[in-house]
């Protein structure tokens, strides 16, 4: 099977976790039975992920949208959050996945703000597998973060703001140091990307999918690769140029 070092296969892929409430309502069960589904699929796609060779692999677990949702589904989302990671940290960590939580922290409980740090500090050396959790995440809100970031530090004159480059920007980002979205899949049938990654899926190929996010598996990863690497992308130029 091919490896991380093949031209052909994508570094960083993207997935919006999509269909778990449609899923579990074609079954005829609440809501939170296809969320707890969602979360065996994610770990199908953790495991899944570095035998087809892919280094990045970031999640769409919460937006800053979701915070509409009702309040019993929100604490539903949040407490599973917590089970995910309380129960799995340690293999994920023996497996040699590094965690990365972006998103905005300032408005979660302090536990949980604790226990996101705690993942990372735990499997920052690992190499295996980077898993990004988006987590009260918005693109428009990152991006917005990063802006006001560059501005303070040139009101505080430690920039020039002719310096403020493409570079300078992704620094400010929260995914400062990864390569861009190679591959931003969604499942469930919908497509849009709502307010993720916006500025890491400049160039990437979107792949929508219409089965549900909880039967997603390693052949559904396969597959999209496939459908990845049967692309041609030329990133504005004339000549296909492999991820």
Same mark, same amino acid.
């Given at each position: 099977?091919?490896?991380?070092?093949?031209?052909?296969?994508?570094?960083?892929?993207?997935?919006?976790? *999509?269909?778990?409430?449609?899923?579990?309502?074609?079954?005829?069960?609440?809501?939170?039975? @296809?969320?707890?589904?969602?979360?065996?699929?994610?770990?199908?796609?953790?495991?899944?992920?570095?035998?087809? @060779?892919?280094?990045?692999?970031?999640?769409?677990?919460?937006? /800053?949208?979701?915070?509409?949702?009702?309040?019993?589904?929100?604490?539903?989302?949040?407490?599973?959050?917590?089970?995910?990671?309380?129960?799995?940290?340690?293999? #994920?960590? $023996?497996?040699?996945?590094?965690?990365?939580?972006? @998103?905005?922290?300032?408005?979660?409980?302090?536990?949980?703000?604790?226990?996101?740090?705690?993942?990372?500090?735990? /499997?920052?050396?690992?190499?295996? #597998?980077?898993?990004? =959790?988006?987590?009260?995440?918005?693109?428009?809100?990152?991006?917005?973060?990063?802006?006001?970031?560059?501005?303070?530090?040139?009101?505080?004159?430690?920039?020039?703001?002719?310096?403020? /480059?493409? *570079?300078?920007?992704?620094?400010?980002?929260?995914?400062?140091?990864?390569? *861009?979205? *190679?591959?931003?899949?969604?499942?469930?049938?919908?497509?849009?990307?709502?307010?993720?990654?916006?500025?890491?899926?400049?160039? $990437?190929?979107? #792949?929508?999918?219409?089965?549900?996010?909880?039967?997603?598996?390693?052949?559904? #990863?396969?597959?999209? =690769?496939?459908?990845?690497?049967?692309?041609?992308?030329?990133?504005?130029?004339?000549?296909?140029? /492999?991820?």
């Amino acid at each position: 099977m091919p490896r991380a070092n093949s031209p052909s296969l994508p570094r960083h892929v993207a997935i919006i976790m *999509d269909g778990n409430g449609r899923w579990a309502t074609h079954r005829g069960l609440p809501r939170s039975a @296809g969320h707890k589904a969602g979360i065996d699929a994610l770990r199908r796609a953790v495991r899944a992920a570095p035998e087809q @060779g892919i280094e990045y692999l970031s999640m769409y677990s919460f937006s /800053t949208e979701n915070w509409q949702r009702p309040k019993t589904e929100v604490a539903f989302l949040l407490n599973l959050l917590r089970r995910f990671i309380k129960q799995d940290l340690a293999e #994920l960590h $023996a497996a040699g996945v590094r965690i990365v939580v972006i @998103g905005a922290r300032s408005d979660l409980e302090p536990s949980l703000v604790a226990l996101l740090c705690h993942a990372e500090s735990l /499997t920052k050396e690992n190499i295996k #597998l980077t898993l990004v =959790i988006a987590f009260n995440y918005g693109a428009k809100q990152e991006l917005a973060r990063a802006a006001k970031a560059l501005a303070q530090e040139a009101v505080a004159g430690r920039i020039n703001p002719d310096d403020i /480059t493409v *570079d300078r920007v992704e620094q400010a980002l929260n995914t400062a140091g990864m390569p *861009d979205v *190679d591959l931003l899949i969604r499942t469930g049938g919908e497509q849009r990307i709502s307010n993720f990654l916006l500025w890491q899926c400049a160039y $990437a190929e979107f #792949l929508f999918m219409p089965l549900f996010w909880p039967d997603f598996d390693g052949a559904a #990863l396969q597959r999209a =690769i496939a459908e990845f690497q049967s692309r041609d992308r030329r990133f504005g130029g004339l000549r296909a140029v /492999t991820a």
